[in-house]
Each structure stands twice: as structure tokens, then as C-alpha cells.
Nanobody
Framework: QVHLVESGGGSVQAGGSLRLSCAAS????????MGWFRQAPGREREGVAS???????DYADSVKGRFTISKDNAKNILYLQMNSLKPEDTAMYYC?????????????????????WGQGTQVTVSS
């Protein structure tokens, strides 16, 4: 079992930055792929960024060049640095983890197929 707790959401103006954090506890032996999904009102959850146990990363096209995913294995914390934020980035952001999926597959997975989810943190970007 893995327990995920996100923090760092908030309200910013377009062009601003935020850094999300996700503290992982439980069976955190670094063999999991982890990532960030988001869900805007009226839309389905979508993958934003993922990182494998080996550190390889992948991003949705909509955030490439603006968002950076990273993790601190010693502290069991996952991060998402979000720069040049746009109003369309407004959503609830969720931290996810999965033991059986690669970083590449995790980003493209159906949400209901992913093992673990955090409770979410809201990001609101105003124009």
C-alpha cells in the first residue's frame, strides 16, 4: 500500500509559477512509476507528467517545456514545477503511483487502471 498526500496548490495569475509536492508513505521502495494527473471541471482526468523508478520522464504535449517532474528518493517526495501557467492549466491535480506500469505507460493509462491516488490539490490560474 502507498499513501500519497499532495500540497502546493493555489491561485496564481497567468504566467506565474507553482510547485506541487506529493509526499509518499507506505511501501515506498522506489520501484513505482509516479506521476501527476489533472481534472478540470467538466473534463476527464488526463495525464500531465510521469517519472519512472530510473528517473526517465514524460510529459503531455500541453505542458512540455513549462512543467518539470522530479522526485527526491531519499525523502519520498514527488514534485511538479509548473512555470508559465495558463488559465487552461486550472484543474485539480492528483499525484499517482503504480508498480506495474512504466513511466511511459502510466502517463497514457486510464485513470481507473492506476493503483494509487492522492486526494488532489487545486490549481487555479487567472487571466
Amino acid at each position: 500500500q502507498v499513501h500519497l498526500v499532495e500540497s502546493g496548490g493555489g491561485s496564481v495569475q497567468a504566467g506565474g509559477s507553482l510547485r506541487l509536492s506529493c509526499a509518499a508513505s507506505g511501501d515506498t521502495n522506489n520501484r513505482y512509476s509516479m506521476g501527476w494527473f489533472r481534472q478540470a471541471p467538466g473534463r476527464e482526468r488526463e495525464g500531465v507528467a510521469s517519472i519512472g523508478a530510473d528517473g526517465r520522464t514524460d510529459y503531455a504535449d500541453s505542458v512540455k517545456g513549462r512543467f518539470t517532474i522530479s522526485k527526491d528518493n531519499a525523502k519520498n517526495i514527488l514534485y511538479l514545477q509548473m512555470n508559465s501557467l495558463k488559465p487552461e492549466d486550472t484543474a485539480m491535480y492528483y499525484c499517482v503511483a503504480d508498480e506495474g506500469r512504466s513511466w511511459w505507460l502510466l502517463l497514457r493509462s486510464r485513470p481507473d487502471n492506476i493503483d494509487y491516488w492522492g486526494q488532489g490539490t487545486q490549481v487555479t490560474v487567472s487571466s
